[in-house]
């Protein structure tokens, strides 16, 4: 049956919501058990027992790497850690009020615009050309972001060292040292929790595009574009606008009622699939009080406490992971606006494996639409 304009009458279920695109092998989100798993493991003992290049490994390949294995992807990540000469004459040329996420998105183009394997449309889907090309990307967005903030900071260039794990070094070439190691491990911990989400509006751009035999970088591109936005992504960042704003613990409640009464969105707080709270934040939560202690700042937490209180009793919507993760990231020393570009850094390998999955078993992606403009005319 088709209505008048002949567009056929199907049921619309805006923003997707509910809606079954394709089948995953790479991470299961139930949102009835609050669970997460990557490849089956919950995501949970993965954050207490691995690193991050385990897990990224893990979600490229589908295994948890062999000891030899683990080496290997070591050695291979830390000598591309580098920022090299295209990206860095490209960032240095951006002003300093563009957002780090439009600064990463533009790096990401131009890591695209100088490889070249990018040949023929057969080399830009190639399996073997994508896994390297997707561990060139997870090594060198810290590098890329590391120097966007300092910068920023006006501070030179540090350079990677290859000695370090992923998180060290990452941290190392942000603040010039290695922090210690309860830093680190949050860190860590917060880079596997970011890692992948199924099909999250982000990883679903990035297989939109892949679906049409386009390149992993312009992907990637598309991908990080999406992230950007405060209903994704860009809520970690406003999550320490937040706190920002409210101060101290004994003023949330009151920023809470009049916040709501103003119909603002609470940032941090609710998620499209999880409605009973959202499986990473306890690991999360349990992260950011080992950084409190550390940087002994009781006042974060009781004010995380108060506004998560107030908005439970509220309206009995939960945090998701960036609520504690930006005032985890504050608490590191990130700058504000470069909480976004750190969830980039952890889910570029999430996208990739998506962007290979959606490679190797390809329909291109193109849903229909109801036309609901004015009838068929003549000028
Ligand atoms: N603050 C206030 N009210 C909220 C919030 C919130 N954070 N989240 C949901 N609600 C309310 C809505 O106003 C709506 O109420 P209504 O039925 O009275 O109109 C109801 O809950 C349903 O909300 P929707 O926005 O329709 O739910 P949806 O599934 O589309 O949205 C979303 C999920 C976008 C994440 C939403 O909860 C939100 O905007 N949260 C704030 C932004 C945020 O934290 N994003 C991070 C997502 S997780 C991630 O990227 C790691």
Redesign the pocket.
């Known amino acids: 049956m088709t209505d008048l304009t002949g567009t056929p009458e199907t049921e619309i279920r805006k ?1 997707l ?1 509910g809606v079954v695109a394709d089948t995953t092998a790479i991470s299961k989100v139930n949102s009835e058990t609050n669970s997460l798993m990557y490849r089956g493991y919950p995501v949970q003992e993965l954050a207490e027992k691995c690193t991050f290049e385990e897990v990224a490994y893990l979600l490229w390949n589908g295994e948890l790497p062999t000891d030899e294995q683990l080496v290997a992807f070591q050695n291979a990540e830390r000598a591309q850690r580098h920022l090299d000469v295209h990206t860095k004459r490209v960032i240095d040329e951006l002003p300093l009020s563009a957002h780090p996420m439009d600064v990463i998105r533009t790096a990401v183009s131009v890591l695209g615009a100088v490889d070249e394997t990018l040949t023929d449309p057969a080399s830009m889907i190639d399996a073997d050309l994508n896994m390297q090309r997707s561990l060139t990307l997870m090594a060198k967005l810290p590098a890329i972001i590391a120097y966007d903030q300092r910068r920023r900071r006006d501070q030179e260039l540090v350079e990677p060292r290859d000695d370090l794990s992923y998180s060290a070094n990452f941290l190392h070439m942000t603040f010039g040292e290695v922090p210690d190691l309860v830093v680190v491990n949050a860190f860590d911990v917060s880079m596997i929790l970011y890692a992948e ?1 199924s099909f ?1 509006a982000s990883t679903f751009t990035a297989r939109v595009v892949t679906s049409t035999l386009s390149d992993l970088y312009s992907a990637v591109t598309a991908a990080v574009g999406a992230l950007k936005g ?4 860009g ?1 970690n960042e406003a999550v320490m606008h937040v706190f920002e704003e409210i101060g101290t613990a004994e003023n949330a409640e009151g920023w809470l009622e009049t916040s ?1 009464a103003e119909k ?9 699939v999880y409605k009973n709270g ?1 499986s990473r934040v306890p690991t999360m939560k349990a992260a950011l009080e080992t950084l409190v202690a550390e940087f002994d700042r009781p006042d974060m937490m009781e004010l995380y406490d108060a506004l998560e209180t107030a908005m439970t009793s509220r ?1 009995n ?1 939960k945090p ?3 609520y504690p993760s930006g005032p985890a990231y504050n608490l590191i020393g990130f700058d504000t606006d470069m909480f976004t570009p750190l969830f980039v850094a952890s889910r570029i390998t999430g996208w990739t494996a998506h962007i290979m999955e959606q490679a190797g078993s390809n329909a291109l992606i193109r849903p229909l639409a109801a036309y609901s403009g004015v009838d068929e005319r003549h000028i």
């Open positions: 923003g919501a989400h999250n405060q209903l994704h992504g809520a709501l603002r969105k609470i940032m941090g707080f609710g998620h499209r959202d309206k919507i998701n992971l960036d």
